[in-house]
């Protein structure tokens, strides 16, 4: 069986949270990786420079509901996405 890798970009709005309270909303990204039936084994996660402290925050948020997903963030300058 191929070991599922998902390349994503980090949705700024709907990712968003900081807090205890994010774990009360929908987002995406970490949806993804709780998925029973589709187990993430890598995300390639794409996010904006200015974004960072958020593409880390969804990686610790990941690995702690997700042990198996390994996370590498990809800084990309893109002035128009």
């Known amino acids: 069986m191929a070991t599922p890798v998902v390349f994503g970009f980090l949705g700024t709005t709907l990712n968003q949270g900081r807090g205890p309270r994010r774990w009360e909303y929908w987002r995406p990204t970490v949806a993804l990786c ?32 997700s042990s198996d997903t390994e996370v590498r963030l990809h800084a990309v300058d893109n002035p128009n996405p």
């Open 34 to 65: 709780r998925q029973p039936d589709f187990i993430v084994k890598r995300l390639e996660l794409i996010h904006t420079p200015p974004h960072t402290a958020l593409a880390r925050l969804m990686a610790d948020d990941i690995a702690s509901i």
